[in-house]
């Protein structure tokens, strides 16, 4: 790569939806133990987007305050990791260009590949701007995580939208070369055109996810990275927070070591107070482990942190980062509990209705009632 240049995340931010459904209201629905749900998967809520809320609305809350910071003269790349696009065609990321009144001399791109495509253009923009160190490139990773309902998969649905700018002389976090990386054909996770739900082999998926861990880092090793125990934190792709726990026990078991439940713990738990919150975001789900890790109390100054990003079907990455000095000041600590925390609560029904909403095929205008009251979807289909 080119020399000594410091190239990273300058600035994150997030943003998720208008509704929260929560755990206790799906298990007495359910009829599961709601300690399934808080302590066997870890998580307690999940993010339900209104009627008029999807990718792009969430994107671009998320991204307008990035560009309210930093001013956007020096976006020339806008790349849109998303399973969930609006569009077989038209990149979501046109629309989020445009609602941010973006420079017209830019490019615009989305990027699939289920849950790790956000990582993708994260390395992309590495790319990009080492390539001319004083472009920025606007990175978004956002989803929605949809299920059939009484599916086992309903309880690990959530929605939210990470965008993040990369640049050099970063004030977050300086992304290191190498990366590990490991593809394979398997069919553990997957969307056809037709569906608006996936269809997930749940239990082969957590197999399939632990296996790329162990592909991905053997990678990272071979191409000279890190020891595992130069490591302060990892931030895993969390569909559900407990399989950070799983993947995190299964690397140190992998390489010999101890997995301490205390260590894993240290290593992992401040990386999922976002995610147990919000539930799986797909794209976006390791990088607000990346958000909770920054926002903790946990001083990462000058410390290494590992991420492991898993997209079923599927393709895995490790890479490391260092948190620069001074990141605290540009933090975005009470936006993001803000974020969680004006969500309106929905019982059951409201809930159901809202995932079984589907828009008509036909074509035409269909006007919907505004029910947010964050960013207004001004873009027409
Ligand atoms: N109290 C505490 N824990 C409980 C419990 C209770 N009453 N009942 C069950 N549990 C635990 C189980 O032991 C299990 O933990 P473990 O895996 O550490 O043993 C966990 O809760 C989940 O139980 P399980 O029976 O496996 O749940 P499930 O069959 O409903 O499926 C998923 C769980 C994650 C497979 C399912 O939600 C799913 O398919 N999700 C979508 C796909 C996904 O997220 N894949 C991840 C990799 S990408």
Not at 103 to 109: F, K, L, M, T
Not at 228 to 251: D, G, S, V
Not at 291 to 308: I, M, P
Request: with cysteine.
């Amino acid at each position: 790569m080119s020399g000594e240049l410091a190239v990273g995340i300058h600035d994150l931010a997030f943003a998720t939806t208008e509704y929260v459904l929560t755990h206790a209201t799906l298990a007495a629905r359910t009829g599961a133990d709601v300690a399934k749900y808080h302590q066997g998967i870890g998580q307690t809520a999940i993010s339900v987007p209104a009627a008029d809320e999807d990718v792009v609305t969430m994107a671009a809350t998320a991204a307008a305050t990035i560009v309210a910071r930093h001013g956007s003269d020096r976006i020339r790349t806008v790349v849109f990791a998303t399973e969930t696009g609006i569009d077989q065609a038209k990149a979501a990321g046109i629309y989020v260009h445009s609602l941010l009144g973006l420079p017209s001399a830019a490019r615009v791109v989305e990027l699939k590949q289920a849950c790790y495509a956000g990582t993708a253009a994260l390395q992309f923009a590495i790319g990009l701007v080492h390539r001319d160190p004083a472009q920025q490139v606007l990175v978004i990773a956002a989803d929605t995580s949809r299920y059939e309902l009484g599916s086992p998969g309903e309880s690990t649905q959530g929605a939210a939208a990470v965008a993040m700018l990369v640049g050099a002389g970063p004030a977050l976090v300086r992304i290191e070369d190498p990366a590990g990386l490991q593809t394979a054909d398997i069919m553990d996770f997957w969307r056809p055109n037709y569906r608006n739900t996936a269809l997930v082999d749940g239990q082969e998926s957590i197999a399939a996810y632990l296996q790329a861990v162990q592909g991905a880092w053997k990678d990272y090793a071979e191409q000279g990275g890190r020891a595992l125990t130069e490591f302060r934190a990892f931030c895993y792709h969390q569909p559900f927070t407990k399989m950070a726990y799983k993947a995190h026990r299964h690397l140190l078991r992998h390489c010999g070591l101890d997995a301490e439940a205390a260590d894993v713990d240290r290593a992992v738990q401040p990386t999922t107070a976002y995610n147990s919150v919000i539930g799986n975001s797909y794209t976006a789900s390791i990088y607000l482990g990346l958000a909770a890790l920054l926002d903790s109390a946990v001083d990462l100054t000058g410390r290494a942190v590992g991420f492991l990003s898993y997209g079923s079907g599927s393709v895995a990455e490790f890479f490391a980062g260092e948190v620069v000095p001074g990141y605290r000041t540009h933090l975005r600590t009470v936006q993001h509990r803000a974020a969680i925390d004006r969500r309106q609560d929905i019982d059951y029904a409201r809930y159901r209705d809202l995932h079984q909403l589907t828009f008509p095929a036909d074509g035409g205008d269909h006007l919907r009632p505004r029910e947010t009251s964050g960013h207004k979807r001004l873009y027409e289909s």
